[in-house]
């Protein structure tokens, strides 16, 4: 996070996507999470929220594909300029204005990074005086991936994925993104995975050591070897589609093919931008298809850029 910069009563901050480069899924814990081991990536597609001085608080979203965005206190990013202000005993005065460009629904973490902006733009805007550690604790009480939405970079996560610590890699890899025309519920997921592990409770969570090598090495053969994510059975069987997507950026040249967190979108792989080309031509029927990085280097969680 990078110093608060107060301007004209308007702050503007940004928070990125992720891709989870390892999900592994624990058993169900007795608050209902699971237990995680995950890799946690920041993607080069962010959201931005622009807090300005008001009475009362209002939210409004611009955007492609943001009509289902709730524009109340079911917005993630409504209730982390709530529970901010709570904390400081204040009033919550502001009107938020989010630009979405991570795509809802889609297990990139849209609505983390837009709580993860809000509380970074609200404590800039209201001056209240919390500290990383604050801000930290506030978004794991909002969400499990919103820790990371404030951290950025790389980071391996566990609990319930707010426990982060971080990666040391720096690299970076191109993907392409197939966004699928709707969404998956994050919790229908997680509760499909339990209905097909029917009651199996001795899941056991390794560390990613192929992976954090590929990373730290830089090999793409070992990354596109090293990826996965146990959710993947879970979303297929909730939308067998995924399937055909998965079939097609592979048949295309993929070097592998990884469903983003709970689905439904996939992120392809691949070796060079002419490469992204085709692969986007060939899943594009499958919804939209963006091509995008994953900076693993030091910055990129949700900061003030104005
Ligand atoms: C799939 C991931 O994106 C991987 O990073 C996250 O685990 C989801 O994180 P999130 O969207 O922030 O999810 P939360 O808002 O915390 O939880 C939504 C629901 O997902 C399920 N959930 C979430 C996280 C977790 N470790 N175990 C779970 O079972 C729970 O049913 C929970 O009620
Ligand atoms: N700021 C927000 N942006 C998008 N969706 C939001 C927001 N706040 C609440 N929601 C609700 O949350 C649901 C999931 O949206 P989101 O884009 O966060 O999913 P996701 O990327 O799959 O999340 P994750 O990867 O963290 O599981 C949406 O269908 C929407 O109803």
């Not at 404030?150 to 890699?169: C, I, K, M, Q």
């Not at 069987?237 to 055909?244: A, C």
Request: with cysteine; charged share 25%; net charge negative.
């Amino acid at each position: 996070m990078t110093a608060p910069i107060r301007v004209d009563d308007v702050v503007l901050a940004r928070a990125p996507a992720k891709l989870n480069l390892h999900l592994g899924v624990g058993p169900l814990r007795k608050d209902k999470f699971h237990e995680l081991l995950t890799v946690f990536c920041a993607l080069s597609i962010s959201d931005e929220v622009v807090a300005s001085e008001s009475e009362g608080l209002s939210l409004e979203v611009t955007g492609e594909g943001v009509k289902d965005v709730p524009r109340d206190k079911r917005n993630l990013a409504w209730q982390a300029a709530a529970l901010l202000a709570k904390q400081a005993g204040i009033d919550p005065d502001v009107h938020l204005e989010i630009r979405k460009s991570i795509p809802v629904a889609a297990g990139l973490a849209g609505g983390s990074a837009d709580a993860a902006a809000t509380l970074i733009a609200c404590d800039a805007l209201w001056q209240t005086g919390a500290d990383r550690d604050d801000l930290v604790g506030l978004g794991a009480q909002l969400g499990s991936d919103v820790v990371f939405s404030l951290t950025g970079g790389l980071s391996l996560g566990t609990g319930r994925g707010e426990r982060l610590s971080p990666v040391l890699a720096s690299g970076k890899w191109n993907w392409v993104l197939a966004i699928a025309k709707s969404g998956l519920s994050t919790a229908t997921v997680y509760a499909e995975l339990d209905r097909i592990r029917d009651g199996q409770d001795d899941v056991e969570l390794q560390t990613p050591t192929d992976l954090m090598n590929a990373l730290r090495s830089r090999d793409l053969d070992l990354l596109a070897e090293s990826l996965s994510n146990d959710m993947e059975p879970a979303a297929i069987s909730l939308m067998p589609s995924l399937r055909q997507t998965k079939r097609a950026g592979l048949d295309e040249g993929a070097r592998a093919a990884l469903l983003c967190g709970s689905g439904p979108t996939y992120a392809f792989l691949v070796q060079n931008e002419e490469d992204a080309v085709d692969v986007a031509a060939r899943v594009a029927g499958a919804g939209v298809c963006r091509t995008v990085r994953t900076a693993t280097g030091p910055v990129t969680g949700a900061r003030i850029i104005g």
